[in-house]
């Protein structure tokens, strides 16, 4: 079993609570748009990371982090993308990753809105959990955890860190 974080959308921003976080968690999961490789360091001082770049991340994190991120953790096929969409409304590399391989977790980011539905035509999970930086329009900064084990999802959680 492993204890993930999962967050999206620091853009350049971190603090204490979101290290303590990521500090209780086994790996943290960071769904692009660092903003800054400092983030990138940070997190990945405390824990293992996984990724994929966002929109606005620059050379140093795209040299280091996927666009695409597919992996298999605890037995669950996980995909992740930035800009992803959500189901029925899927980006065009989503659709393609998808139908390629259907995971049983898609993961996206970007939109800065926290999601947890699941796809039913594709019969899998999709998160997006919300932004956890400052910059954006989002009101209340979000991250999820949850745990993975045996092939399953258990014991989603939606973080509240406060308003930006």
Known sequence: MKKILLLSDTHSHMDQRILEYAAAADEVWHCGDFGSAEVLKA????RPLRGVYGNI?????????PEVNR???????VL????????????????????SQTPKLFISGHSHILKAMFDKENQLLHLNPGAC???GWHKMRTMMRFEVSNGNIDNLEIIELGPK
């Open 43 to 46: 997190l990945e001082e405390i």
């Open 133 to 135: 930086g400052k910059e």
């Open 71 to 77: 992996f298999v953790c605890e037995g669950v096929d």
């Open 57 to 65: 991340d620059g050379e140093p994190i795209r040299k280091c982090i």
């Open 80 to 99: 992740m993308i930035h800009i992803g969409g959500y189901p029925g409304k899927y980006s065009p590399l989503s659709k393609r990753e998808i139908a």
